[in-house]
């Protein structure tokens, strides 16, 4: 069965430091998703991605945050400067199309700043 | 604006009862719904979905949720609770108005044997 895959699983970083959380989305799905979820908290929605371009973002997607799709095939989710509170568990979604609605959800990357 | 509210953050029954988790959601347009379930140190995974049509949905583990649109509410239930369904339960709403899905603050399940 096709699934999404998350790497790393767990990162610790350094305040300050840049991180790169990859995942790779099913092969014939077009929206891309980002969400986190904060210990103790609710899953909460970062951006969509669709057509190799942001469709969505939350007010928490500022300018620290950015993704990419490199090569057809990765999907990237960039934290520059981490902040202690971006410690979280970050999870990649991809969808067929947008409409039909479900999501395959990664396993998540937890991310720890120290 | 759209929203989900799942009441109860935890719920605990005995093996074998029934299990109703509650989602009551706001939306100012026709919103699909969806049950999520989270097992421990796993993403999630979709247990059914209600985008048009009957408005009882089957998931899967037998569950099951009715969409109703008077009482805007989406709860889950499942008639007989397994140890195997504890878990965190995240019910959600999706509109064509936004491309995102909006989720409750979760439902975390315990089964008492």
């Known amino acids: 069965e096709p699934e999404v895959t998350q790497t790393p699983s767990h990162q610790v970083t350094q305040m300050g430091q840049e991180v790169i959380l990859r995942c790779v989305p099913i092969s014939n799905h077009l929206y891309f998703y980002w969400y986190r979820q904060i210990l103790g908290q609710k899953v909460e929605f970062l951006v969509s991605f669709y057509n190799n371009e942001i469709s969505e973002k939350s007010e928490i997607f500022d300018d620290q945050f950015s993704v990419e799709r490199p090569d057809g095939s990765n999907f990237t989710l960039k934290i520059r400067s981490t902040k202690l509170e971006d410690s979280a568990m970050y999870f990649c979604?991809?969808?067929?199309?947008?409409?039909?609605?479900?999501?395959?959800f990664g396993e998540g990357s937890r991310l720890t700043v120290l | 604006a759209q929203s989900v509210t799942q009441l109860g953050s935890h719920v605990s029954v005995s093996e074998g009862a029934l299990v109703l988790l509650r989602c009551n959601y706001s939306s100012s347009v026709p919103p699909y719904l969806f049950w999520y379930v989270q097992y421990p140190n796993q993403g999630l995974q979709l247990l059914l979905k209600y985008t048009t049509g009957a408005t009882l949905v089957k998931g899967i583990n037998g569950f099951e949720a009715e969409f109703k649109k008077s009482e805007t509410s989406f709860h889950l239930t499942k008639p007989s609770a397994h140890m195997s369904d504890a878990a965190e339960y995240f019910c959600?709403?999706?509109?064509?108005?936004?491309?995102?899905?909006?989720f409750g603050t979760g439902t975390s399940l315990t089964v008492i044997p």
């Open positions: 979604a991809s969808s067929r199309a947008s409409h039909t609605g479900e999501l395959f």
């Open positions: 959600a709403l999706y509109t064509n108005t936004g491309n995102q899905f909006y």
